[in-house]
């Protein structure tokens, strides 16, 4: 009865623990889990060193954000096509380490734009929020201030392709009549309707700029602007 009960305890012995997990990762291979105290959870192992591909750069687990997913023990370079331009680019290993060990990343996250878009891409992000930050100002009585306005979106219109070249034609107009005497205004509601293709109404806007900037008061920089634009347009017509 004895020897009954023994083994029967026997059956019940637990099996002993796994000591040991092997999991396989890109780049590097085999990478060693070790089990964290007193659980059952395995985990990726911060000491392990393993031997680098030529070309590779060693990357720091304890620094990146990778939570259920595969850490990166190693970086590669990465050839990529832009999203936006269709152009190949190399994801740099370096640059890599950097999304995800300095500015701590998600490694779920990559490069999906080359380096010339995504400068234009952040370039464009800082005109519109340029814009937002001057919206307040169409609703302003000074000149200053709506030609500020007029000039912002102006720039978001040509550089990002989005706005109204109505509301710049509207805040020139308002610009003028709070200030009859300055200029600039006819300058700005020339390039609103340029934007709006009518450039025979900008042309003459234009034309009258210069002549009443000769003895107004106007920005050198807009008259030598505005007398570019004119000769551009002369040209192309006596070419057509």
Known sequence: MAQTNRGARDGKRRRPRQT???????????????????????????????RLPEGAI????????YCCGKPRYAYVDEHRQCLQCDAEFVFAAAEQKYWYETLQFRLDSAAIRCLSCRRQRRSHRAVVGNYQA????????DAGDLIEFA????????????GKPAEVVAAARKARRAEPGWADPLYWEARGHDLDGRQPKAVELLGRFVAQAI???????????????????HTEHSLG
């Open 134 to 141: 001057t919206v307040p100002l169409r609703q302003s009585s």
């Open 20 to 50: 040991r997990k092997i999991v396989t990762l890109p780049i590097v291979g085999d990478v060693p889990l070790v089990r964290e105290s007193s659980s059952d959870v395995w985990t990726y192992d911060p000491k392990f060193l393993p």
């Open 215 to 233: 003895s107004g008061r106007a920005t050198r920089r807009l008259v030598d602007d505005a007398q570019r634009r004119l000769a551009d347009h």
């Open 151 to 162: 000039s912002v979106l102006c720039e978001m219109i040509e550089r990002v392709g989005t």
């Open 58 to 65: 060693r990357g720091d687990i304890t620094r990146q954000i």
